[in-house]
């Protein structure tokens, strides 16, 4: 009898171990690599690198402010496609999830959150950059619109899903239509697990370059108009990380501890608001 709660007892420490070298194994690397990034970015983080365009080449100092701007525009814009069609799409399915067109929106969600990115940059690049007849920020801002969209929807829907039967057929039997009950209850019921998805998305979004290469292209000035290639803060990563200048050099790791912050901090909100949902 003793024998048998020893061994149970070492394989419950050997489990325990095992366990911990996972975690540790995953942990370690992403510790060490959010490490180099700030030892290699934190000298360059300057006021001028948030207001002040990328200097001329041979020239030290300038900035990346058109790249955040760029960014926001774009992220903005794909939030505007993507989140109605994502949210009104879960919505449907979450109401009307046995039919066969169900199913196969459900499938070609799954399909499309599971494609790299650069195809849907070449996708993006077929269907509108080539018959616009040039490279703009709407093209862009569409591009991270399609990768936003089945995220959003699927999150969304099994958020949706959820909410207890009982509080639909309540407002119903009150004589709320069908549409208003879906928008102002069960909606309303998941708002915070359907705003986790949604950070979760933008978080996504906001570090794809490869879309961005085949649509905004990317820009060395100011550029509001969406219309006209523009800047992207990943793009200007990309750019001046593969430039044989010193101080691009630095300003890419700059920009990459910009971009690896504001995802870490999308991320925390994301997990807020998933445990404030759960706490419910």
């Known amino acids: 009898m003793m024998q048998g709660v020893t061994l149970r007892k070492m394989k419950n420490h050997l489990m325990s171990f095992v366990m911990l070298a996972c975690t540790l194994a995953v942990l370690i690397p992403l510790g ?6 700030v030892k290699m970015g934190i000298s360059s983080l300057s ?12 020239e030290p100092g300038g900035g990346m402010a058109n790249g955040m701007l760029g960014s926001l525009i774009m992220i903005g814009g794909a939030s505007l496609i993507g989140l109605p069609i994502g949210i009104l799409g879960a919505i449907y399915l979450s109401e009307f999830g046995g039919s066969k067109i169900s199913t196969l929106i ?10 790299p990115s650069i195809i849907t940059g070449m996708v993006a690049y077929t269907l509108l950059v080539v018959p616009m007849k040039g490279f703009s920020g709407l093209a862009g801002s569409i591009a991270l619109a399609m990768i936003m969209i089945p995220i959003v929807l699927r999150t969304t829907e099994e ?21 208003r009950t879906s928008l102002k209850v069960t909606l309303r019921s998941a708002l915070s697990g359907v705003l986790t998805g949604i950070l979760l998305a933008v978080a996504r979004i906001a570090g794809e370059t490869a879309p961005l290469l085949f649509t905004a292209l990317g820009n060395q000035f100011w550029s509001k108009n969406v219309m006209q290639p523009m800047a992207a803060l990943p793009l200007q990563i990309f750019s001046f990380a593969i430039a044989p200048y010193e ?6 790791w700059a920009g990459a501890l910009v971009l690896v912050t ?6 925390l909100t994301a997990r807020y608001f998933g445990r404030t949902r759960q706490a419910r």
Do not use: C, N
Not at 32 to 37: A, D, K, P, Q, R
Not at 47 to 58: C, E, K, N, R, V
Not at 106 to 115: E, H, I, K, Y
Not at 262 to 267: D, E, K, P, T
């Open 32 to 37: 060490l690599i959010f490490f180099h990034i």
């Open 47 to 58: 006021l001028d690198f948030f207001t002040h365009i990328p200097a001329p080449t041979g």
């Open 106 to 115: 459900r499938f070609a969600a799954d399909v499309l959150s599971g494609t």
């Open 159 to 179: 958020q949706l899903k959820m909410v207890p039967g009982s509080l639909r057929e309540a407002s119903l039997a009150l004589g709320v239509p069908f549409w």
């Open 247 to 252: 101080d691009w050099h630095k300003l890419a």
């Open 262 to 267: 504001v995802m870490f901090a999308l991320s």
